[in-house]
């Protein structure tokens, strides 16, 4: 195969073996987060078509995404940097419950890349951590993330916790995530969430997110 199929054929197998070299291959033509954009993410998109439809079964999506883990710290490094940290903070956390984290990954580095510091608190994180940590770590904003249709309800669930302790004002929120939509984050969240709460579609989006809620 090319070298660009080959490489999200390897995501699709979860093939781990001359993973590295490839992408230092790749590098030579292609910027970083063009790779993961354009590549690596077309092979987690085949994975997540796989698994749904029944043709992959989940010892193999956890393969692929340990190589798709790989293969973003292997690019990480030689992506550009602005390392300053001084444009705001931003917790973010998988809700729980759910131990979905590739997505919240990327945004962690694409926001902590942009001169942000991002305080990244890993998976099934419970509202009460969630806050405990926001508070401890006086971040400017939540980022919560969730792939299952479950973890939607939970946001919501978290949102109105925040209401009825009185932190909405607070702490804008911003939600990304496969089983989220925008009319469902921009319609119904935005009318339980007493604060300012926002759908990122990607981790672009989350920087840019960031970016108007610094302003
Ligand atoms: Co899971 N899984 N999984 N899985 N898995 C999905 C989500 C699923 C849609 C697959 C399917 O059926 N087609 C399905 C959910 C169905 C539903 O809820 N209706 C599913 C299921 C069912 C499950 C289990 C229940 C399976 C089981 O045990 N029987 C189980 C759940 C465990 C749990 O959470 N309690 C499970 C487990 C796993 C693995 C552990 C094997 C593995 C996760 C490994 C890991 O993350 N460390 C896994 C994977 C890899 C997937 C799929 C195939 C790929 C997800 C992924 O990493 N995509 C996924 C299929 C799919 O999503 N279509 C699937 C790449 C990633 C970059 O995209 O996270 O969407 P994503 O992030 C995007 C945007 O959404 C956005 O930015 C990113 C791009 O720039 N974004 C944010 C994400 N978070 C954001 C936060 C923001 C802003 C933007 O601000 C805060």
Redesign the pocket.
């Known amino acids: 195969l090319p070298l660009f199929e080959r490489l999200e054929q390897r995501i699709v197998d979860g093939e781990l073996n001359g993973l590295n070299a490839d992408l230092d291959e790749a590098m030579k033509e292609k910027k970083p987060l063009e790779i993961v954009?354009e590549t690596l993410?077309a092979g987690?998109?085949v994975?997540?078509?796989l698994?749904?439809?029944g043709q992959m079964q989940?010892?193999f999506?956890?393969q692929?995404?340990e190589a798709?883990?790989t293969a973003v710290a292997h690019l990480e490094p030689h992506m550009d940097k602005d390392d300053s940290g001084g444009k705001g903070r931003l917790l973010?956390a998988?809700v729980k419950?759910?131990?979905?984290?590739?997505?919240?990954n990327?945004?962690d580095i694409?926001v902590s890349n942009n001169g942000y510091e991002v305080v990244n608190i890993g998976?099934?994180q419970p509202i009460n951590t969630i806050l405990e940590e926001a508070e401890k770590n006086k971040v400017d904003a939540i980022?919560?993330?969730?792939?299952?249709?479950?973890?939607t309800v939970i946001m919501k669930d978290n949102l109105e916790e925040m209401n009825s302790r009185g932190i909405a004002e607070k702490y804008p929120v911003?939600?990304?995530?496969?089983?989220?939509t925008r009319t469902f984050v921009e319609n119904q969240l935005d009318e339980t969430y007493e604060g300012d709460v926002r759908y990122?579609?990607?981790?672009?989006?989350?920087l840019t997110?960031m970016d108007r809620i610094m302003q």
């Not at 419950?97 to 919240?104: L, N, R, Y």
């Not at 980022?143 to 973890?151: A, I, Q, T």
């Not at 990122?200 to 989350?206: L, P, Q, T, V």
């Open positions: 954009n993410l987690m998109k994975v997540g078509d698994f749904g439809s989940l010892p999506v956890l692929s995404a798709m883990k973010l998988t419950g759910d131990v979905h984290d590739i997505g919240k990327l945004v694409i998976t099934k980022g919560m993330s969730g792939l299952l249709v479950k973890s911003m939600l990304g995530g496969a089983a989220l990122a579609k990607d981790a672009f989006e989350g997110l």
